[in-house]
């Protein structure tokens, strides 16, 4: 990061972070195991490069960050959402280049699913095959229902989670013509949390009251609804939520900044959590499910796909997830029974 030409410590911004989190200097170098000395010599290089002061020390109220500070980190966080959107356009021109050349060339199935790792494994058993290749996007839920509208892709996948108004937000979307539904797995979702839970958040009220550094998801992905509803019947404003407005992409993203110290809390699946060393805290059960129009799923390659999804071998490979399974998937479902009240539909 440059500042009047010149560059600053790397790990300042880091620091005003956790500053920012603690509202105390002594626990935000305990928390990035930095000495005193050197976080407030790294404060007052910073002050001298850019002319103004970043933290304000108030005595007896420890400290908190000023203006400039504020924004500096605003501007970070908002620099990072701009390079995850960059890196994921990359990715996606990656794998289409890939699937274009391949040695026995197939027509993509085009899929917009909200970030699953059963989906990315099954993308990837079928990365050699001559009869079905999946084009494959990370979305959010909504997104990938508005796209599959639009025409913009073939399947869309999204997830429900099995709470007290969880199908709501789908309502309107499924009114689709010609839509068809299929089941694909059943997945915990809760918090991810450091391993051994050292700010033992149990619940919402928990992460609410004491005040640990969250990393939410981005609006219309499915966790990032369910979230919201988990607050609103715990009667819990997102404001009380200390970085509701800190955002991520993927499961795999909110549980790497976990894991790297610069969050405490963060909503996702219990496979993400386990795969980062991470404690979890279930919350909820969700259901994951495709979407497309009937005549997509009358495709050969289609037909091929539900084939996968009712092979013992996929099944297997899902309970190697921690807290997926595979129960009926593969299966039609009609809209209805998704929109189903919670508690209505086991699995």
């Known amino acids: 990061m440059l500042a009047g030409g010149r560059e600053l410590d790397a790990r300042l911004v880091p620091l005003l972070r ?16 930095l000495s005193y000395r050197y976080a407030w010599g790294l404060l007052g290089k910073a002050t001298d490069v850019i002319g103004q002061p970043l933290v304000v020390m108030e005595r007896g109220r420890g400290a908190k ?3 400039l500070g504020e924004k500096l980190v605003a501007a970070d966080q908002a620099a990072n959402r701009m ?6 356009g990359t990715a996606e021109d990656l794998n289409r280049e890939v699937a274009a050349s391949r040695r026995h060339p197939v027509r993509p199935l085009v899929v917009h699913a909200s970030h699953d790792l059963a989906l990315a494994s099954l993308r990837d058993q079928f990365s050699d095959s001559k009869d079905l290749a999946l084009d494959l996007h990370f979305r959010g839920s909504l997104e990938c229902l508005a796209d599959l509208a639009r025409g913009a892709c073939d399947l869309a996948g999204f997830h429900v989670a099995d709470i007290s108004g969880g ?20 997945r915990n979702q809760g918090l991810m949390v450091a391993a051994g839970n050292p700010r033992n958040l149990r619940t919402l009220a928990d992460l609410a009251a004491s005040g640990a550094r969250f990393i939410n998801r981005q609006p219309g992905s499915g966790t990032r609804l369910c979230f919201d509803q988990l607050l609103a019947a715990a009667r819990i404003r997102p404001a009380r939520i200390n970085g509701y407005q800190v955002e991520e992409f993927t499961h795999a993203a909110v549980a790497a900044t976990i894991a790297s110290g610069m969050a405490d809390a963060g909503l996702g699946i219990e496979a993400a959590a386990r795969q980062h060393g991470l404690g979890f805290v279930p919350l909820a059960s969700e259901r994951y499910y495709l979407a497309a129009r009937a005549a ?14 009712k092979d013992p071998a996929f099944h297997e490979r899902v309970s190697s997830l921690a807290g997926y399974r595979a129960t009926d998937a593969g299966k039609m479902v ?11 539909e086991s699995g």
């Open 18 to 33: 956790a500053i920012s989190s603690t509202g105390s200097l002594n626990q935000a170098v305990a928390a990035l195991r």
């Open 65 to 67: 960050l000023s203006l």
């Open 83 to 88: 390079l995850a959107h960059e890196l994921a």
């Open 167 to 186: 199908a709501e937000p789908y309502r309107a979307p499924l009114r689709l013509r010609s839509l068809a539904l299929v089941r694909f797995v059943t």
């Open 296 to 309: 997509t799923l009358a495709r050969p390659d289609a037909q091929s796909l539900l084939a996968a999804l």
């Open 334 to 344: 009609s809209v209805r029974e998704v929109l189903k009240p919670a508690g209505g």
